[in-house]
């Protein structure tokens, strides 16, 4: 279908000006009046409408009124011209192909719905300003951390979604099978036995163990792709199915580690102030007041770092009455988090050295025995985006760790390997590609920064 898309005629405008075009889109809003009828057509190239601007007297009325509904697909064929705005131009129609109609049933007649309401339609929403400004900065965002890893020399792996391990070691397995219960079958190990894989397989929670794997032969690596995670916690931040980022590099520690962060994060809030303009302002006026002043911030400024004990002794400082208690050894809740984040250092925070009781079995034990070479990486308004470790890279310390927790170590086998065979210091972190989209839209819900949100109870 011969066309002009409406990006390319915006950009272009004084070349197309007295020119007929052809283009197609969406009808967003009409209006209809005695002798003139408006329409403001959106074809996804852009956040802005094109006005189409129809003479009555040149179009049958039942025709027109047709492609005056809401939610209907037009192709138009017209000449361009100045529009009223400063610098906006607008298309007078001559033509006008209803591509496909709509009626007053179009769930999105209004034109401001919550956005609980638009979780309902998410085969729609995806036409309303706000979804098609957030999918243009996710398309955006994932494409400048590609160009950051590229640019950098690392190189792009593709791990397994299935797998027979759990990275994280928590338990949030969704288990993948293709053999229901029977009654027939004695114990557990005869119906996994029976599995697809002879064996239980789950999707994978994290692509970092095959990651692991890559680096110690390749250096530098990232993996992007979808993990999953049966977690029972129903928060504004949780899904069960989400994207991740995750670099790996052998031959680094967790400060290399925590450089390259900072510098990809400062990369990708730089490359969407560039890119994005048009977006940013609309969450800023709709979602965020002042959210290019805190992403310049983020991209011009030092994040900052505090020790997990030291970030322990602030919140017990801090006078205020947590839900959950603060002690050493102790999870950091979201409560104490943004206690931090939004109340003490107001910019990304770094939290290092967590006590390792806490946290995953693969991170490197720090030489005072209680802590490990771990950070995770909070924000205003959000939290943790990024988590992020040295790994154990000496056998007995990890075969020990695995041991600890009960986990199987035949599991495991190919990752202790790599202890045995040329074993070097290496380091990771993974990046939640939702959690960044809230942070930079300043959306308030990760169901709202995917297309289809996967949560508990919870399958569109
Ligand atoms: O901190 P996490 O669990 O770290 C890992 O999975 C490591 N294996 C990463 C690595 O070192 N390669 O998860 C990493 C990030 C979190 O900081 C968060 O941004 C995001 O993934 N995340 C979730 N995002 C949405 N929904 C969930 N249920 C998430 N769980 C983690
Ligand atoms: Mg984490």
């Not at 791990?159 to 969704?174: L, V």
């Not at 005869?190 to 095959?210: C, K, M």
């Not at 690596?221 to 979808?226: A, E, L, M």
């Not at 991209?299 to 505090?306: I, L, P, Q, W």
Request: charged share 30%; with cysteine; hydrophobic share 35%.
């Amino acid at each position: 279908m011969k066309r002009v898309e409406l990006k390319a005629l915006h950009d272009n405008k004084e070349s197309y000006l007295g020119k007929s075009v052809t283009v197609c889109g969406w009808v967003r809003t009409s209006r209809d009046s005695k002798n003139v009828a408006f329409v403001e057509l959106n074809d996804g190239s852009q956040l802005a409408h094109t006005q189409i601007v129809f003479d009555k007297s040149k179009f049958a009325e039942q025709a027109l009124g047709k492609c005056l509904s809401l939610g209907c697909s037009l192709r138009v064929v017209g000449t361009v011209v100045k529009g009223l705005k400063a610098e906006s131009v607008e298309i007078q129609a001559e033509s006008a192909e209803l591509l496909g109609g709509s009626d007053l049933s179009y769930p999105m007649q209004k034109k401001r719905h919550t956005m609980e309401y638009l979780r309902s339609v998410p085969h729609l929403r995806v036409r309303t300003n706000t979804f098609n400004a957030m999918f243009r900065v996710r398309s955006q965002l994932s494409y400048a951390l590609h160009e950051f890893f590229h640019k950098n020399g690392f190189y792009y792996v593709h791990t397994p979604i299935i797998t027979g391990s759990d990275c994280e070691g928590a338990g949030e397995i969704f288990k993948v099978t293709t053999v229901g219960y029977s009654p027939k079958v004695k114990s557990e190990e005869e119906y996994n036995a029976s599995d697809f894989f002879g064996r239980t397989a789950g999707l994978t929670v994290s692509g970092q163990l095959e990651g692991e794997v890559m680096a110690c032969a390749m250096g530098k690596i990232y993996t992007f792709g979808p993990t999953f995670r049966a977690e029972n916690s129903n928060t504004t931040r949780h899904a069960a199915e989400f994207w991740q980022i995750e670099p790996e590099v052998a031959f680094a520690e967790l400060d290399d580690i925590i450089e390259i962060a900072t510098d990809m994060i400062k990369y990708i809030v730089r490359d969407l102030l560039e890119n994005c303009k048009e977006e940013l302002k609309f969450f800023e006026e709709r979602f965020e007041p002042k959210l290019t002043d805190k992403l310049r911030n983020v991209a011009d400024s030092e994040f900052a770092r505090v020790d997990y004990t030291d970030a322990v002794e602030i919140l017990r400082k801090s006078g205020k009455e947590f839900v959950y208690p603060v002690a050493w050894g102790c999870d950091l809740q979201t409560e104490h988090e943004r206690y931090l984040t939004d109340e003490v250092y107001k910019k990304p925070v770094f939290v290092v050295n967590y006590p390792k009781d806490i946290k995953s079995f693969y991170m490197k034990l720090n030489p005072d025995g209680k802590t490990v070479a771990a950070t995770d990486l909070l924000v205003p308004g959000v939290g943790e985006i990024i988590g992020c470790s040295e790994r154990e890279n000496d056998y007995g310390k990890l075969k020990k760790a695995i041991e600890d927790r009960h986990m199987k170590l035949s599991d495991y086998e190919n990752y202790l390997d790599l202890r045995k065979f040329g074993s070097v210091p290496h380091s990771g972190f993974g990046l939640g590609l939702e959690r960044m989209l809230m942070y930079v839209t300043g959306i308030g819900n990760i169901r709202d920064t995917q297309i289809y949100p996967r949560t508990k109870n919870y399958l569109a």
